[in-house]
């Protein structure tokens, strides 16, 4: 059972725009989200979160927007840049306040200058 | 900066074989995770340990065995490798707390069973 969904495997944005990743979820237990970010050969490295207690949360050109009525989250990035050229996963833990995340399939975004 | 380093960056081994994957943290972390990677399947987790000499298995434990005689240190093993257990396999670890600390991984593992 796929309790955290990222139905687009792929996204190919122009440099400089912005880029929106979704996330779906289907355990309404969850309260707080994370999204990690996975370069080729590297290990996922935590990129920001939210709690369900906010629907917003910014970080510089980071920003997680939070829907829990629809349970959908998405990662917005703006302004693009060939460096976010990434993997990007969203996760979320299954048991409040553990770190034993759930995460998603994964989305390949893909800056082109 | 925390870092978790896993021993080998590639491994190529045969089906039956015994295999060690090996992964050290230095920040003193109580928890300590194994995640596989597969392309459309995200990262899916194996083992779970909580301290020293504890483990809890997660979603996938089938196949593989864990252990933990140190605090900085948990090892997956593979009884008998399969093909289907070809994969990219993360270490991870992070603080017990009891709220949502992050996890921090390493480079993972690219393992081919032949």
């Known amino acids: 059972d796929q309790q955290v969904k990222q139905n687009s495997p792929s996204l190919s944005v122009q440099e400089g725009r912005i880029s929106i990743l979704n996330c779906d979820y289907t355990n309404s237990m969850f309260d707080y989200f994370l999204w990690y970010k996975k370069y080729p050969a590297e290990g996922p490295t935590f990129l920001i979160s939210i709690s369900s207690i906010k629907d917003k949360n910014e970080d510089g050109r980071f920003t997680v927007f939070l829907n829990k009525s629809a349970k959908h989250l998405s990662l917005h990035i703006v302004p693009s840049q060939p460096g976010d050229s990434a993997v990007y996963f969203c996760?979320?833990?299954?048991?409040?306040?553990?770190?034993?995340?759930?995460f998603g399939q994964g989305t390949r975004l893909t800056i082109n200058p | 900066d925390v870092k978790v380093t896993q021993s080998s960056r590639y491994l190529v081994k045969r089906t039956g074989e015994k295999v060690f994957l090996e992964c050290v943290q230095d920040m003193d972390h109580e928890n300590m995770f194994w995640y596989r990677q597969d392309p459309g399947l995200g990262l899916r987790l194996i083992y779970f340990s909580y301290d020293v000499k504890m483990k809890e298995k997660g979603d996938i434990p089938e196949g593989y065995s864990v252990s933990r005689e140190k605090k900085e240190r948990f090892s997956l093993i593979l009884e008998s490798a399969s093909t289907n257990q070809t994969s990219m396999y993360l270490c991870?670890?992070?603080?017990?707390?009891?709220?949502?600390?992050?996890?921090?991984f390493g480079s993972g593992t690219q393992l081919s069973v032949l």
């Open positions: 996760a979320a833990p299954r048991i409040q306040g553990a770190q034993k995340l759930v």
């Open positions: 991870a670890s992070s603080l017990s707390t009891g709220g949502n600390e992050k996890l921090f």
